[in-house]
């Protein structure tokens, strides 16, 4: 199976200051179709983790546009331009290139 | 919009059996894959199990294959998970999540599975 890592795992960030998460994965995530389907989601204390961006940049519906995703083959960055107090929670990636879809460890955000 | 509502878990001893469903509305659920996700406490995110659209094909992770039956039924927008031999190592929070383009977009609640004598 693809293994996926994040960095860091802890990130503590001062409000309105930019927070980034790196996403790393064993395999290329380039699919044979061209796509990369590697995604971000949000997971709030006590909620169900809600996508924030698919195929590596695109921002979900309703998702503010302090959120981006960039990267490609085995190399993804999430980044929240100004962290806001409702950004805390645990942020994990996942990839749906290869089966079966694996998910990154989390890294969990707070407020300095 | 788009809402999966599980339900069904609780605590069961090891080696016992619990059937997970999960409602789904707000979309046309024959039209999708759906799948199982669990979280056990303080681990990462593990995909279970997925089913077709018709339910005409189920796959499943190594680690609840032969244990784990995923079904569905489209007439009743809802999907299950029937879990037999369950062991400790399989307690956490389940969530149905619905597929769509290689990727999970909407997701339940959750239902806590607790496997413990």
């Known amino acids: 199976d693809v293994v996926m890592t994040q960095s860091p795992l802890s990130l503590p960030v001062t409000l309105g200051q930019p927070a980034s998460i790196s996403c790393r994965s064993s395999?290329?995530?380039?699919?044979?179709?061209?796509?990369?389907?590697l995604a971000w989601f949000q997971q709030r204390p006590g909620q169900s983790p809600r996508r924030l961006i698919y195929?590596?940049?695109n921002r979900d519906s309703g998702v503010p546009d302090r959120f981006s995703g960039s990267g490609s083959g085995t190399d993804f960055t999430l980044k929240i331009s100004r962290v806001e107090a409702e950004d805390v929670g645990v942020y994990f990636c996942?990839?749906?290139?290869?089966?079966?879809?694996?998910f990154g460890p989390g890294t969990k955000v707070d407020i300095k | 919009e788009v809402q999966l509502v599980e339900s069904g878990g609780g605590l069961v001893q090891p080696g016992g059996s619990l059937r997970l469903s999960c409602a789904a509305s707000?979309?046309?659920?024959?039209?999708?894959?759906m799948n199982w996700v669990r979280q056990a406490p303080g681990k990462e995110l593990e995909w279970v199990a997925n089913?077709?659209?018709?339910?005409?094909?189920?796959y499943y992770a190594d680690s609840v294959k032969g244990r784990f039956t995923i079904s569905r039924d489209n007439p009743k927008s809802s999907l299950y998970l029937q879990m037999n031999s369950l062991r400790a190592e399989d307690t956490a929070v389940y969530y149905c999540?619905?597929?769509?383009?290689?990727?999970?977009?909407?997701w339940g609640q959750g239902a806590l599975v607790t496997v413990s004598s």
């Open positions: 195929k590596v940049s």
């Open positions: 999540a619905r597929g769509f383009d290689h990727m999970f977009d909407f």
């Open positions: 707000g979309f046309t659920f024959r039209n999708y894959y």
């Open positions: 996942v990839q749906g290139t290869h089966w079966p879809p694996v």
């Open positions: 395999q290329s995530l380039v699919h044979s179709n061209g796509n990369t389907y």
């Open positions: 089913i077709k659209p018709d339910g005409s094909d189920t």
